[in-house]
């Protein structure tokens, strides 16, 4: 009896050590567990879908814009630049501008290359890394910025670029000088990303490249017939102050948007927006009021824009007070510059350099003495050092972009205008670019230029 119950006892104490000498076994036999997918912020989402409509708003306000001010046997031709540009860059974007953007470092960092983005095919149930929304929606944001950068440039140009050499410089300048400088400004391992420049929402990337490639290209091509003897006085002003309208409000996306986020980054940068617009609009009324004695429709779309060119790359470090006073000095600046235009010489039909590229660098250069407190202690850069550094920063990036526009937009010029013509025929240019390049009229009446 006492045999049978100590036998029962050893076993008892084998089959417990067994079972314990068991359990890291059959833990280390255990399938890691699959990590949680990636959850989608919806409020998010839903703001950068918003953001990415009011961006491609603002090509039809550009075209409004645009169109209001040419002669009236160029209206349809010239708003054309402007929704051509959505057909031509919406497909580029898609198949290979993204990936070139966007991807990681290739020759040398020059562009960026990623053959899973080409045709977006890699995105399907892919996140942003750096946000919690799908990657197609920021894809498909950063897409309507490339659509509306070379739609600019048309306003330097403006009644004299054939169509068919316009659709061939867009796409050489989409893939040749935009591809780069946004790869170059945005991406996460681009050359100025790490240097530090401040480019929020599209300084350097979309205005001052724009602005000097717009400069360079008028200059390549030469003035307009009969200019500056020519009538150029706008053929719709309603359509210029629409167009306006338009740009301002889809400007909110632009700038707010380019938080990638919806805190309170998103509601300081849509703050200083409305608040640089308002200032510049004002400044310009009151330059005219002292210059002329009266303020005019299209000075203050003037005024509009050159605010909302400047506090572009500057939405996300300057407060209040910046934002009113970058809005005044583009003001000054893109005025000064429109007025020197007409002693030079040269012929921006538009004011693309005048209002783009100028307020480009002012607002490129210029935040840097605006920068809101919080944001120097958060990168530590406080005191007079740091402002000299960023300051050096920021001069780097601007000159930098010019020179590339300026090099790169002079050779693909060349060549478009080598192959299938950039300048528009003489005759062409006399009838107008509705009738003579799309068989149409902007009115439907007869002897109207």
């Known amino acids: 009896m006492i045999s049978t119950m100590k036998n029962t006892r050893r076993v008892g104490r084998l089959t417990a050590l067994a079972a314990l000498l068991a359990v890291p076994t059959a833990l280390w036999a255990q399938t890691p567990a699959t990590p949680p997918a990636p959850v989608v912020d919806s409020g998010t989402t839903a703001w950068m879908l918003t953001s990415t409509t009011l961006v491609l708003l ?37 198949v290979c501008g993204y990936a070139l953007s966007f991807g990681p470092n290739a020759l040398g960092g020059f562009i960026g290359w990623d053959s899973g983005l080409l045709f977006l095919k890699s995105l399907d149930e892919r996140m942003l890394s750096s946000a919690p929304i799908p990657e197609y929606v920021f894809a498909m944001f950063q897409g309507k910025f490339a659509i509306i950068t070379p739609a600019l440039i048309a306003g330097a140009v403006a009644e004299r670029i054939s169509f068919k050499g316009w659709i061939a410089f867009i796409t050489l300048w989409i893939l040749f000088v935009y591809a780069p400088l946004c790869h170059w400004v945005w991406a996460s391992d681009g050359i100025f990303f790490k240097m530090g420049a401040i480019d929020f929402a599209g300084g350097t990337v979309v205005h001052i490249s724009s602005g000097i490639s717009g400069l360079v290209l008028a200059l390549y091509l030469g003035k307009r017939l009969n200019y500056p003897k020519l009538s150029t006085s706008p053929n719709n002003l309603t359509m210029v102050l629409l167009g306006a309208g338009l740009l301002w409000v889809g400007w909110f996306g632009f700038n707010a948007g380019s938080a990638v986020a919806s805190n309170m980054d998103t509601a300081r940068a849509l703050t200083v927006t409305q608040v640089a617009a308002a200032t510049g609009a004002l400044t310009w009324l009151i330059i ?33 007070p910046g934002a009113i006073a970058l809005g005044v000095i583009a003001s000054i600046g893109c005025y000064l510059m429109i007025t020197l235009k007409s002693k030079l010489g040269y012929d921006d ?18 935040l840097t003495f605006f920068i ?58 006399k009838e107008g670019l509705d009738h003579s390049l799309h068989g149409e009229r902007g009115y439907g009446l007869n002897n109207l230029n």
């Open 372 to 429: 809101r407190d919080a944001w120097w202690t958060a990168n530590g850069k406080n005191g007079a050092w740091g402002l000299s550094d960023q300051l050096l920063v920021q001069i780097k990036a601007v000159g930098a972009t010019i020179f590339f526009a300026a090099v790169m937009t002079l050779v693909i010029g060349f060549i478009v205008e080598k192959t299938v013509g950039l300048r528009l025929k003489e005759s062409d240019e």
């Open 288 to 320: 005219e009021a002292l210059v002329h004695g009266k303020g005019t429709s299209l000075g203050l779309a003037s005024g509009v824009l050159a605010g909302l060119v400047a506090i572009t790359p500057a939405a996300g470090v300057v407060a209040v």
């Open 58 to 94: 603002m090509v039809p306000g550009l075209a409004l814009f645009y169109g209001g001010l040419v002669r009236t046997k160029n209206v349809l031709g010239t708003m054309m630049h402007s929704f051509v540009s959505m057909a031509v860059v919406g497909v580029i974007w898609a």
């Open 349 to 366: 039909s538009l004011d693309a350099f005048g209002v783009h590229g100028t307020g480009g660098v002012i607002g490129a250069i210029g």
